[in-house]
């Protein structure tokens, strides 16, 4: 904190934090019946009921006094993280949790961040790194706000909507998470270079970032497009989503 002044506790949501620890809690339980796991799950999510955004995200980082978020927080950021697994991880906790305890207060959390995952796929059925007010979007725009795979963009909405499609039985997160994985497969650079960028512009060609992150193909971000598509074959059956598979495998053993 400021000169060691800060009597806040800061909650971590980007992976693998409170969402990751939370969800490991509910499997526990569900394997062990053991009622100190779901009690401690159980805090967890009323810690994200309550510090939930009014967009319906969450932040990366979110300070708390207690169970509560820090007042001044919404005035301060704007926006809500959708990369690092944090919205999406958050939508994929509460609904495991409101499986097993049946409490409405998990299930009506996640559906507003379910809501806001929806409202923020781009055109093209990827989605940005941050959700941003209107306003912030047009007094700067950058690449946060374009398509993006960097640190499980589009691949963390595409988990929480088919996680939602499931539970909730609403054939439009399935559709919304199909999209996504089309953008994946539009996306996938072509042969003999067959990998996903972290980054792209809105041509969706490979675009750099931030300064120390040049425009190229990444490894790790073509291995989450690779499993996010793999998890839409077995679900759908559609083994259209399976098509990149031979030269993105070619392309990462020569890599």
């Known amino acids: 904190g400021i000169v060691g002044l800060a009597t806040w506790d800061l909650i971590v949501l980007r992976s693998p934090g409170t969402p990751a620890g939370g969800l490991l809690l509910v499997r526990a339980y569900q394997r062990s019946h053991e009622e100190k796991y779901l009690a401690a799950a159980r ?65 009506e959390t996640a559906e507003r961040a ?35 795979l960097n640190d499980a963009a589009t691949v963390g909405p595409i988990y929480a909507c088919l ?35 972290q980054q792209y512009d809105k041509e969706a060609r490979p675009s750099p970032g931030r300064r120390f992150e040049p425009s190229g193909l990444a490894t790790w971000e073509s291995r989450h497009a690779l499993e996010a598509l793999q998890a839409l074959a077995e679900v759908t059956g559609d083994q259209g989503f399976c098509a990149p598979f031979p030269e993105a495998i070619d392309w990462l053993k020569r890599s």
């Open 43 to 107: 805090r967890a999510g009323d810690l994200l009921v309550n510090i939930q955004l009014s967009s319906g995200g969450w932040f990366s980082e979110m300070p708390a006094y207690g169970n509560q978020l820090a007042w001044w927080f919404r005035w301060v950021v704007p926006g809500a993280t959708l990369d690092d697994d944090v919205t999406s991880g958050a939508v994929r906790f509460l609904l495991a949790l409101w499986e097993v305890t049946n409490e409405p207060r998990y299930k």
């Open 163 to 197: 996680t939602g499609a499931r539970l909730l039985y609403r054939p439009d997160l399935l559709e919304a998470a199909k999209r996504g994985g089309s953008w994946i497969i539009q996306a996938q650079h072509s042969s003999p270079n067959a990998g996903w960028a």
């Open 114 to 148: 379910l809501h806001l995952l929806l409202n923020t796929q781009l055109p093209s059925g990827a989605w940005p790194l941050t959700w941003h007010p209107a306003w912030r979007r047009f007094l700067r725009p950058d690449f946060e706000d374009w398509a993006n």
